[in-house]
């Protein structure tokens, strides 16, 4: 077993995936396109405005040859799929310079990998933006995609060239791998980058920042939640005890009802 840094933080995503050999690889399993690029970029980000938001694209690589441009995204937050469904609009229009010509001089296709999970529990979803005609036949027009892949839910349904690449993404979550599992070069290279013993400082910092923010957020969550229950519970007593009151029952049975006190049942009689 490899005792790993886990691909759930972006910064070790990034790191794993910024590799030209393993996004090249990554991408040719997941899209089927055999990418001729030089380098990756990260924390991408385009100098038009569009619109209010200026989106950082986690892992971008631009194809010319190809025609082609690719972005992995990396992280889960509660609007993801609206979130990188903007930030793959943005890598289309920018690429629009006047209004003599609306089609993108490349294809876009972006990738989002949800390492935390996702309420539909899919291992795969597509939104595919090429046309279809009432039968669901494609015109073959657009080819821009988003893929987003849960590596949590892999199945037997799972296409058989992602299931090495999500299943290491998953695996590493836990903080181990078992090596022998795997068999691409590309993730013996994605092993050797998240390696224990090779993470620096600064990124075990970035780490534990990562981490830090999720808990808060976490927390800040359940304590809505928590929050919206005690406010619930105490309307659903409130509204008993005024029902109770209109049917004239005694304070002493509504207070033994509700678990409000005296004073507060009389002041929702006065309320009345």
Known sequence: MKQVASLR?????????????????FVRDILGIHLEITAVETEKEFDTLIGNVKPRFDLYAKDEKNRVIVDIQHRKDHDHYDRFLHYHCMA??????????YKPALAVYTIV????????????????FDPKDLKGKPLGEIPHKVIYLCPKYLNEQTPQLYREWMQVIDDSLDGSVDESLYHLAEIDKVL??????GI????????????????AKQENYEDGIEKGIEKGIEKGKLETAKALLKMDVAIEIISQATGLTFIEIEHLRLQD
């Open 9 to 25: 933080y972006g910064v070790i995503f990034k790191k794993a995936f910024c590799d030209v050999d393993v996004f090249k690889g």
């Open 92 to 101: 289309l229009l920018e690429q629009v310079k006047n209004s003599e010509n």
């Open 113 to 128: 990998v949800l390492t935390s999970g996702d309420k539909y529990k899919q291992p795969v979803s597509v939104i595919d």
């Open 192 to 197: 050797v980058h998240i390696e224990q013993d």
């Open 200 to 215: 620096t400082p600064e990124e075990r910092y970035w780490m534990i920042e990562e981490y830090s923010e999720e808990k």
